[in-house]
């Protein structure tokens, strides 16, 4: 089935760097959306992509649909301490309507 | 209310029995996604709805995973016979058919003992 790479697993950063995470997929994908998850609560959007090359941003964050469809990007820039927490990738296919969700990367950012 | 509503929010069930986890979507959402998420990992797809169409429970892990959404609004996962490898976040999330991006509630976490 198809499936999603998270690189990196997991950064310890210093408040105030800027932070890169991507994406990468076995399959084509028609969108792209980025999750934050804290503890015991539900992924919350950050960002949706629809078309290869796309680059949105929602305040410090950005995030790229790469022109091969098969990865995405998000930076975020200026870390602050409530950016700690899992990060999700979720792709969709022209298929089907169930979104694939990557294995997360984990941030922690050092005051 | 405004976002996704999930309850319970906690459940702990002995092996074997049934349990129950209610959604209440967005209003005005046509779509209903289930998925399960295990400590430690991303969600995994478990079922699908369009209205009060089931258009895909490829996801669900046995035939002890019942879902269903008979008005097109509320669902309900339905979990038979629990065993302790279900225990799991069950997140529910719907979405504006458009744009189709999922919005989460803040999940229904089951333990199984």
């Known amino acids: 089935g198809q499936q999603l790479n998270q690189s990196p697993q997991s950064m310890f950063i210093q408040e105030g760097e800027d932070v890169s995470m991507n994406c990468t997929s076995s399959?084509?994908?028609?969108?792209w959306l980025w999750y934050k998850q804290d503890p015991g609560e539900g992924p919350v959007l950050l960002i949706a992509l629809y078309k290869a090359g796309e680059l949105t941003s929602n305040g410090r964050l950005t995030a790229q649909f790469g022109i091969t469809r098969k990865d995405s990007f998000l930076n975020i820039s200026a870390s602050i301490p409530s950016d700690v927490g899992i990060y999700f990738c979720a792709g969709r296919d022209n298929y089907g309507q169930n979104f694939v969700f990557g294995p997360g990367t984990r941030l922690s950012v050092l005051p | 209310g405004a976002g996704v509503s999930q309850s319970p929010r906690y459940k702990v069930a002995k092996r074997g029995q049934d349990v129950a986890l209610r959604c209440d979507p967005i209003?005005?959402?046509?779509?209903l996604f289930w998925y399960q998420q295990a400590l430690g990992q991303g969600p995994e797809f478990l079922t699908y709805?369009?209205?009060?169409?089931?258009?895909?429970k490829s996801g669900l892990p046995s035939d002890r995973f019942f879902a269903e959404r008979p008005e097109g609004s509320v669902s309900t996962l339905k979990i038979q016979r629990t065993q302790q490898e279900d225990s799991a976040v069950y997140l529910c999330?719907?979405?504006?058919?458009?744009?189709?991006?999922?919005?989460f509630g803040e999940g229904s976490r089951l333990t199984v003992l």
């Open positions: 999330a719907s979405s504006p058919l458009r744009t189709g991006e999922l919005f």
């Open positions: 399959s084509i994908f028609n969108t």
């Open positions: 209003s005005g959402h046509v779509s």
């Open positions: 709805f369009q209205n009060e169409a089931q258009l895909d």
